[in-house]
């Protein structure tokens, strides 16, 4: 993987039960890119977010935010790395 890369994710994967919520997905984010992640509800939109904030942890795959494994370093959110983009998002989609 990538460690200048903001966010690398390979082969996430995340189940509720028998329900797959997030079936696979790769995706790197370059620092200084803008990134959006798009899709209908219920496409593992916010799963996924919440698993690079740290929130949830992953059934598999490899995930890298600023070189950081967000499951075994603790939610980046504590120390205020990701809740900026949390707010910026918030606030776009009450834009919309």
Do not use: W
Not at 16 to 34: C, F, N, Q
Not at 68 to 77: E, I, M, N, V, Y
Request: overall charge positive; glycine content about 14%.
């Amino acid at each position: 993987m990538n460690t200048a890369a903001a966010i690398e994710v390979r082969g996430l994967t995340k189940k509720y039960g028998s329900k797959v919520a997030v079936a696979g997905i790769d995706l790197t984010v370059e620092r200084g890119e803008i990134f959006a992640l798009l899709g209908p509800n219920g496409a593992g939109k916010t799963t996924t977010v919440e698993i690079l904030e740290g929130y949830r942890v992953a059934n598999s795959g490899q995930v890298r935010v600023l070189g950081f494994d967000p499951a075994t370093k603790g939610a980046l959110h504590k120390n205020g790395v990701i809740k900026l983009g949390l707010f910026c998002n918030q606030l776009m989609m009450q834009q919309i």
